[in-house]
Nanobody
C-alpha cells in the first residue's frame, strides 16, 4: 500500500498560481498511476488530471486544460499539480489518489485505490 499527503493549498486571487504537492510513502511510487481530484461545496469529487506510471501520459479535465499541469518526480516519490490562471470556480478541496492497475486514462474515481486527506484551495475574485 501507499500513504499520500497533500500540501500547498491556500488562498489566492483570481489569476494567480499555486502548486500542490503529494508526497507518497510505502510501496514503490512507480507501481502507481496517479491522479488529482477535487470536490467543491455540494459537488461530486471529480477528476482534474491524471498521469501514467512514468509520467509519459497525461490527461486533463476540460475545465483546466491549458491552465493546470500534472507531473511526477519518481525519484522523490512526489506528485505535483501546477495551477495557473486560477478562477473562483477552482475553489475546492484537492485530493491526490493512486491506482495500481488498469487504464490510467479512464478518469474513473472508483478505480483509484488510495487517497490523501485533501488540501483546500480558495480563489478570491
Amino acid at each position: 500500500q501507499v500513504q499520500l499527503v497533500e500540501s500547498g493549498g491556500g488562498l489566492v486571487q483570481a489569476g494567480g498560481s499555486l502548486r500542490l504537492s503529494c508526497a507518497a510513502s510505502g510501496r514503490s511510487f512507480t507501481d502507481y498511476a496517479m491522479g488529482w481530484f477535487r470536490q467543491g461545496p455540494g459537488r461530486e469529487r471529480d477528476l482534474v488530471a491524471a498521469i501514467s506510471w512514468t509520467g509519459g501520459g497525461t490527461l486533463y479535465a476540460d475545465s483546466v486544460k491549458g491552465r493546470f499541469t500534472i507531473s511526477r518526480d519518481n525519484a522523490k516519490s512526489t506528485l505535483y499539480l501546477q495551477m495557473n490562471s486560477l478562477k473562483p470556480e477552482d475553489k475546492a478541496v484537492y485530493f491526490c489518489a493512486a491506482r495500481r492497475a488498469g487504464s490510467w486514462w479512464d478518469g474513473l474515481r472508483d478505480n483509484y485505490d488510495y487517497w490523501g486527506q485533501g488540501t483546500q484551495v480558495t480563489v478570491s475574485s
